[in-house]
């Protein structure tokens, strides 16, 4: 006679679903094991400033081994997962498998460009600090070849960043490349003025900030144009080379172009065999289980879970973070031979920044913006930072960037044939 | 009639050398051009520990054009200088070109692989931000890779840490991996004990540390044995393949092998043609010219100056600050058709760090170990940081990495197809 080993469930994907999943089950008499192709948790939603220079990535990624260290439940893998295989309830590393008794998918999202696969070199996204760096990179690298380019046309072009998606990421970025050039860099430089730069954020819909009311759009729109960015509304893009963009009709000669305008689900859940909505996310049940497989639940980014208005929850930290949470209470209860509940959002408000002393918020009917919307942004980042270290860290550097108008990370790094960085 | 021009003094590298000469030149009546292919001065003697994970590459590298903002009479210019031609005062970037009155060449050293260059991928060595961030890569991702392996002999091989050369690079790496396997990450696995695992420093000579007193080497080898750092003397590495390093006879299974060895002057030393020595840096005259050129300077890790016993100055940050001052105070005594002034190397000591409280340093007859040793260790690298924000960075790292036995940059970052980064 054997003793029945305990459940197990495995956990792929260590971002904010996933790891609120794993730290529900602490004390659950359950295995847990934790899958992720990075070795770190990583707090997207300050990502754009390691892209524009104010943060390193240590500030804003965290071990998961560390902050799964005291779980003595919970083993972490670090693994590249292909395939999950519901049938065999198998999950499927480029190297290698492993079994599940109960899985929790919570693999994110990616970067789409609406059938342009072509555009992704010259217009980067920012969802891993790889990109991030990437963008950091060419942004300040643009500033260096303009200092030394003796063309006009080319200098020109070299001091033009266009930032495309006026979401909440593009306003993010478009707002601190502005505020680099416009307020920070001015004496920097002997050949160019950072001042001429052209920051242009484009956006397809009528108004940037979508998601935001109409009002607040407006004020962002305003305060963008103090840090010298200019907003393009109604502005589809039709085409993106190397160094130039076509807006409509219209050419822009722009050496640097940053995407911030179309995700897209993981391709891991089409290995679920399960209904997907037309941005690749799984159509969930009532209690995010997937359609027949009451042991597996997707959540966060992946899962498109219809609300009460019919349209899927959008993207979010706090709806990946409920989830995460709701998915474990639902493997417990199904393991208890319980039937599971139905997942309801609980919407806390939503926060946008632009810059220095400008945000937006939106908390139900209440809309606030400039400066006390920017300081409740600034609590809340640094409050959910996980990592005491880093809440300190993060806080500590951006109380110097306020006081001192400079960012601490403006380093080119990694090898390109752009940069140059080989052969002295 | 034209007013002549001010002199123009070009200064090839931004490390200590070449950013200390063009700090000495900030009230002269010179035109200045600093020219490095990195935007930021990177502070050396630090690396290793963005290499194990204590610190961020931010922490220790600062920009250029921020330092020497506020000296109306410099540029900065970005650029991959591919040669000097002496007699037609003019350096070649890969991309373009630019003339000299004056010249200061401070372009550094490389690693050298002794006539092995094949080595070098299996072996990587420390002088960038990129090498760093590779090895602390690799450093982490053994140990990743060790708490998924079934097979014994190879979860020994992922275990198992061998860093060529015992001068001061290779005892401080070997000494930040055998903390933190030995001491930091203890609890961090659930398959594997970190404090399985092997780190091996091997040395061809009779002893690490070559430089300091005899006696401090062996107080140097005792702390790394209480780090489970295991030391081999007059062993001479015979082979580097992947996964295998060949010590005389014995074949050593090791996943992370590192290089701290050899170096070699910049190739650029070899465009001057002037006298070089065996390690292909320029033979100087006592004043750091080149010898027939005397517009022209070397100095730092690319000059061999013959000390008064008759060997090269070392290839140390103070001999590279002292000779960039000087050489500048020697443009400006030709400028004013005044002889120039040979140079003396003022010692003032020498440190080497072996990890937490551990240290040897030598003044003179004086020679110290032990906690005393390590704080003079840390004062000093704290103060002559660059950058009043990066003191006080490194030093709060640093306590806290004292207090809480855990560092702040365990990520595992950049591509690469042993990592699986893609494909989730």
Redesign the interface.
């Known amino acids: 006679m054997t003793i029945p080993e305990r459940p197990h469930v495995v956990i792929v994907?260590a971002g904010f679903g996933g790891l609120h999943a794993a730290r529900a089950l602490k004390r659950a008499d359950v295995r847990v094991t934790v899958i992720d192709?990075?070795?770190?948790h990583l707090f997207q939603p300050l990502l754009y400033q390691v892209g524009t220079a104010t943060l390193?990535?240590?500030?804003i990624?965290y071990?998961i081994?560390?902050i799964l260290?005291?779980q003595a439940n919970t083993?972490?893998?670090?693994?590249?997962?292909?395939a999950v295989n519901t049938s065999d309830r198998q999950v499927r590393f480029?190297?290698?498998e492993i079994g599940y008794d109960y899985m929790i998918l919570a693999?994110g999202a990616t970067h789409s460009y609406f059938g342009h696969p072509e555009w992704e070199p010259h217009a980067p996204g920012l969802k891993?600090?790889?990109d991030a760096?990437e963008i950091r990179r060419r942004i300040?690298?643009a500033f260096?070849?303009a200092?030394?380019e003796t063309d006009e046309a080319k200098r020109r072009a070299l001091l033009t960043f266009v930032i495309i998606g006026g979401g909440p990421t593009g306003v993010e970025l478009a707002g601190a490349i502005g505020e680099m050039a416009c307020k920070e860099m001015v004496?920097?430089?002997?050949?160019i003025d950072p001042r001429d730069t052209r920051t242009i954020l484009v956006e397809a819909g009528p108004r940037i900030l979508p998601s935001f009311a109409e009002e607040l759009s407006v004020k962002a729109e305003a305060s963008l144009t103090t840090l010298c960015v200019e907003v393009r509304k109604n502005s589809p893009v039709t085409s993106i080379q190397p160094g130039l963009v076509v807006i409509g009709q219209q050419r822009l000669d722009a050496a640097t172009v940053l995407w911030a305008a179309g995700v897209a689900a993981?391709p891991?859940a089409r290995s679920l065999n399960a209904p997907l909505d037309s941005a690749g996310r799984v159509l969930v049940e009532p209690d995010l289980s997937v359609p027949g497989h009451p042991e597996t639940f997707v959540i966060g980014d992946l899962a498109a879970f219809l609300h009460q208005t019919g349209k899927p929850l959008p993207g979010l930290a706090p709806v990946a973070v409920q989830q995460g949470r709701h998915a474990a209470q639902n493997v417990l209860r199904v393991c208890q031979g319980l039937s599971t509940v139905p997942f309801h959002y609980r919407e806390r408000g939503t926060l946008a920044t632009i810059g220095r002393a400008a945000a937006v918020a939106q908390f139900g009917t209440l809309k606030l913006s400039g400066t006390l919307a920017w300081i409740i942004w600034s609590w809340v980042h640094i409050f959910v930072l996980i990592g005491f270290?880093n809440r300190v860290?993060v806080f500590?550097e951006w109380v110097?960037a306020y006081v001192?108008r400079?960012r601490?990370?403006?380093?080119?790094?990694?090898?390109n044939e752009r940069s140059?960085?080989?052969?002295?």
Chains 1, 2 share one sequence.
């Open positions: 994907g192709r990075h070795n770190y390193s990535p240590s500030h990624a071990p081994r560390a260290r005291r083993r972490v893998i670090l693994a590249d997962v292909v480029r190297d290698g693999a891993s600090i790889e760096l300040l690298l260096e070849q200092e030394r004496r920097d430089f002997r050949t993981s891991l270290r860290r500590l110097w001192t400079q601490s990370a403006r380093l080119i790094t990694g090898h140059g960085t080989q052969g002295l």
